[in-house]
C-alpha cells in the first residue's frame, strides 16, 4: 500500500513549455485533490476530483487542467508553463470530506510533492 | 469571505516544554475542523478532525480543543520533541449547497530547540 504517489518529484521548466503531474493512490478514495504551495500563502486547491470521470474547479484553477479517466490517478496539466507557476504541489486524496467524525474515510492523504520551477 | 487565521507565525521552544497554536475562523456553514502537521520537505500529515459536537480530541501529545460558538481552536503539543518541529496547518472545512470546501490557514511554523 504505497498511498499517495506523485511524480515527478522535480521539474524545471521553461516558460511556454507544458508537463503534466502524476498522482496515483492506492487506496480507492474516491475524492481526490491538486493543491500549490506557496511561501507565506499556505496551501491552495487548484482542483478536485469526486469522483471517477469527474472534475471542478478550485481557489486558483487558471493555467491549469486536470482529468481523471481512472479512479486511481489525478493528472494536473500546465499547458503553457509561467514563471508564476513556480511553486510545490502536493496532489491527496480522501474517501469523503463529510462531517462524520474522525475516522480513516475523513482524512486526506497527502502525497509528498513536486517541486517545480519555472524559468 | 470564509478565512481562516492561525497565530502565532511562528514559534521556538525548548525541548520538552509545552505549547499552544491558535486558530480563528469564519468559515460558514461549518463543516469539520482538522490539524495538520507538515514537516518541511514532505507532505501535510492528518492530526485530528473535530466536528460542530466535539470540544476536544486527543492524538498522542497532540490535544486540540474547538469552540464553535467563539469559532476558535487551539492544537496543545505537550512535552514537545524536536521531532515536533513542523508547520501545523489548521483546515476548516465548509458545506454549501455547491459542495464542500476546505479554507487552510497559512500554518504556524514551530522549531523545537534542544
Known amino acids: 500500500n504505497a498511498g499517495v504517489t506523485q511524480t515527478p518529484k522535480f521539474r524545471v521548466l521553461k516558460t511556454g513549455q507544458s508537463m503534466t503531474l502524476l498522482c496515483a493512490q492506492d487506496?480507492?478514495?474516491?475524492?481526490m485533490y491538486w493543491y500549490r504551495q506557496d511561501p507565506g500563502m499556505g496551501l491552495r486547491l487548484i482542483h478536485y476530483?469526486?469522483?471517477?470521470?469527474?472534475?471542478a474547479k478550485g481557489e486558483v484553477p487558471d493555467g491549469y487542467n486536470v482529468s481523471r479517466l481512472k479512479k486511481q490517478n489525478f493528472l494536473l496539466g500546465l499547458e503553457s508553463a509561467a514563471p508564476s507557476q513556480t511553486s510545490v504541489y502536493f496532489c491527496?486524496?480522501?474517501?469523503?470530506?463529510?462531517?462524520?467524525?474522525?475516522?480513516?474515510?475523513?482524512?486526506?492523504?497527502f502525497g509528498a510533492g513536486t517541486r517545480l520551477s519555472v524559468l | 469571505k470564509n478565512q481562516v487565521e492561525q497565530s502565532p507565525q511562528s514559534l521556538i521552544i525548548l525541548e520538552g516544554k509545552n505549547c499552544t497554536l491558535q486558530?480563528?475562523?469564519?468559515?460558514?456553514?461549518?463543516?469539520?475542523l482538522r490539524w495538520y502537521k507538515q514537516d518541511t520537505g514532505r507532505g501535510p500529515v492528518s492530526l485530528t478532525i473535530?466536528?460542530?459536537?466535539?470540544n476536544t480530541k486527543s492524538n498522542g501529545r497532540y490535544t486540540a480543543t474547538l469552540d464553535a460558538d467563539t469559532k476558535q481552536s487551539s492544537l496543545h503539543i505537550t512535552a514537545s520533541q524536536l521531532s515536533d518541529s513542523a508547520s501545523y496547518i489548521c483546515?476548516?472545512?465548509?458545506?454549501?449547497?455547491?459542495?464542500?470546501?476546505?479554507?487552510f490557514g497559512k500554518g504556524t511554523s514551530l522549531l523545537v530547540t534542544p
Open positions: 491527496a486524496s480522501s474517501y469523503y470530506l463529510r462531517d462524520r467524525g474522525y475516522n480513516s474515510k475523513n482524512i486526506q492523504y
Open positions: 487506496m480507492n478514495h474516491e475524492y
Open positions: 476530483s469526486v469522483g471517477e470521470g469527474t472534475t
Open positions: 486558530c480563528n475562523y469564519t468559515v460558514s456553514p461549518f463543516s469539520n
Open positions: 473535530m466536528t460542530f459536537s466535539e
Open positions: 483546515v476548516v472545512t465548509s458545506n454549501s449547497n455547491s459542495g464542500y470546501a476546505l479554507n
